[in-house]
């Protein structure tokens, strides 16, 4: 069965970086982008952006440009993602997804179909 | 970028009602439009895709209806007959352009 499981929870201080893992099983591993998404507390999920498993394109959100990082490492179907320069307002939980493609007449949609367990990311001095 | 904004933000219900939780897009994304329901403590769960599309696994009960222009603004989840499992937080996500955007919430309550 398809798995994303994630790294564990981590406690940073403000300027710090931290780096999550997501490792994938069940399916072929780059057959599927993979998206991160954070939520934090009493807001909707957040798009972080997403890795081409295949080619290692990356598509960012321009509020985390210069800030996140996200790599892939196809022999043990993992994806991580970093983010730098960490402020009291990254506290949330992370999550990784995969997306998968619904294709109707030749319009592409993209939808999470299976989602990591979360991460919690707590930046406190 | 694309603003979701859904409503209500919460709803309180019994077993066995029929609820309805609205999402409005800012611009038009055809049914570019997905439906995720979350549990405290649980990963998001994918509920419907492209607006009225129905993942194998997910109850019939469920069901998602694209309104207004041609051009896909609003849209409506319901849940027929309401199950003791069904209370959580619903979201509406669009996948028409980057940056993929998210609805606030709608928190599904029991009476």
């Known amino acids: 069965q398809v798995q994303l499981v994630q790294s564990g929870a981590e406690v940073k201080k403000p300027g710090a970086s931290v780096k999550l893992s997501c490792q994938t099983s069940?399916?072929?591993?780059?057959?599927?982008?993979i998206h991160w998404l954070r939520q934090a507390p009493g807001q909707g999920p957040e798009w972080m952006g997403l890795i081409n498993p295949k080619s290692g394109d990356k598509n960012y959100a321009h509020t985390f440009q210069g800030r996140v990082t996200m790599t892939r490492d196809t022999s043990i179907s993992s994806a991580y993602m970093a983010l730098s320069s960490l402020r009291f307002d990254d506290t949330a939980v992370y999550y990784c997804?995969?997306?998968?493609?619904?294709?109707?007449?030749?319009?592409?949609?993209?939808?999470?179909?299976?989602w990591g367990q979360g991460a919690l990311v707590t930046v406190s001095s | 970028d694309i603003q979701m904004t859904q409503s209500p933000s919460s709803l309180s219900a019994s077993v066995g009602d029929r609820v309805t939780i609205t999402c409005r897009a800012s611009q038009g994304i055809t049914s570019y439009l997905n439906w995720y329901q979350h549990q405290p403590g649980k990963a998001p769960r994918l509920l419907i895709y492209?607006?009225?599309?129905?993942?194998?696994g997910v109850p019939s009960r469920f069901s998602g209806s694209r309104s207004g222009s041609a051009y896909g603004t609003d849209f409506t989840l319901t849940i027929n007959s309401l199950q003791p499992e069904d209370f959580a937080t619903y979201y509406c996500?669009?996948?028409?352009?980057?940056?993929?955007?998210f609805g606030q919430g709608t928190k599904l309550e029991i009476k």
């Open positions: 997804a995969r997306a998968r493609v619904y294709d109707s007449n030749g319009y592409y949609l993209y939808y999470f179909d299976y």
């Open positions: 069940g399916y072929t591993f780059s057959d599927y982008e």
């Open positions: 996500q669009q996948s028409y352009s980057y940056p993929y955007s």
């Open positions: 492209a607006a009225s599309n129905v993942p194998s």
